[in-house]
């Protein structure tokens, strides 16, 4: 899921020059056709501009403990 919201944020920035106001804009305006959750039925955090990624956004799970401070972190 994580690449196919990649993808889509990709694809809306290529389009409107910004990222979104949230995930769910991508399924609203048609991007994105999967609900932008991780593996263990939580929402993906998304951050633009992105802390390690300035010029563009990152895009994370926090991992199975669902903790934002965990090691588990997967972006």
């Known amino acids: ?10 694809a809306y920035r290529a389009d ?3 990222c979104p106001d ?3 804009t991508l399924g609203t305006e048609g991007y994105l056709e999967v609900e932008p959750i991780d593996a263990w039925g939580r929402p993906l955090a998304l951050s ?5 990624h300035p010029e563009s956004y990152d895009l994370a799970s926090w991992g199975p403990s669902g903790d934002i401070r965990g090691l588990d972190l997967i972006e």
Request: hydrophobic letters at 35%; proline letters at 5%.
């Open 22 to 24: 949230s995930l769910e």
């Open 16 to 18: 409107h020059g910004r």
């Open 48 to 52: 633009c501009p992105g802390r390690r």
């Open 1 to 10: 899921t994580l690449m196919v919201v990649r993808e889509a944020l990709d």
